[in-house]
């Protein structure tokens, strides 16, 4: 079956540092890719989403590519801010129709210090 | 973007006692809501599929007569833990995609975080 593969964390790095957060996925087909970030107490909100192999999302300064030579979707940021701290989830989502299911990497948390 | 909202966002409530959460899309028709649940430190797993109109569609392992989902109309979705139990503690989020904005994207709800005593 599908599945994602993330780093584990925690992460904790210092502010203005350079992140990378990896993330590779097993799939059937063409899997469209996403990153979600969950704020404390919060729920998930969509982060950047790529749809096809080299696409790159990008959103508040992070970015993405879909790589589908070695099935990867690694988040970076150039430099990070104490507000970035947060669980990042990678994801996949298959097919079509709107019905299908997300398959969540089991999270990173990432702890940015002033 | 959409707005998916979800209440309550806590929940306290005894052992063997019945808790209903519910799961509205605001400014869209969800045909298809989904419900996951997320214990501490672990990924969110999918309980569920809530289609509109018929039965849902529940995942291996997940009891369909424990978690009663009910999806009665176009923007909304319950999800009732029925005779809860401590291990039943946990974040229950739900989600919903737009079909106006194609089936790339899903709107998460807030959370409900149920804790059973």
């Known amino acids: 079956g599908n599945s994602v593969t993330q780093m584990e964390g925690p992460v904790t790095l210092s502010e203005e540092a350079f992140l990378t957060i990896n993330c590779t996925y097993t799939?059937?087909?063409?899997?469209?890719l996403f990153w979600y970030v969950q704020y404390p107490g919060e729920g998930l909100q969509l982060l950047l989403k790529?749809?096809?192999?080299?696409d790159k999302g990008s959103n508040k300064g992070f970015e993405a590519t879909y790589r589908k030579e070695t099935t990867s979707f690694h988040l970076e940021k150039g430099s990070v801010q104490v507000s970035d701290s947060a669980v990042y989830f990678c994801a996949l989502s298959e097919g079509q129709g709107g019905s299908e299911k997300l398959v969540f990497g089991k999270g990173t948390k990432l702890t940015v210090n002033p | 973007g959409a707005v998916v909202s979800q209440h309550p966002s806590r929940v306290i409530c005894k052992s063997g006692t019945s808790v209903k959460i519910e799961c509205r899309s605001l400014d869209f028709q969800a045909t298809t809501m989904f419900w996951y649940r997320q214990f501490p430190k672990q990924s969110l797993m999918l309980m569920a599929t809530s289609n509109e109109g018929s039965k849902a569609t529940y995942e291996q392992g997940v009891e369909k007569d424990k978690f009663l989902i009910n999806h009665a109309s176009l923007t909304l979705s319950t999800l009732t833990v029925t005779s809860a139990h401590p291990e039943d503690s946990s974040f229950y989020i739900c989600s919903a995609r737009n079909p106006g904005q194609g089936d790339t994207e899903a709107f998460f709800g807030q959370g409900t975080r149920l804790t059973v005593v």
């Open positions: 790529a749809t096809k192999a080299d």
């Open positions: 799939a059937t087909g063409y899997p469209s």
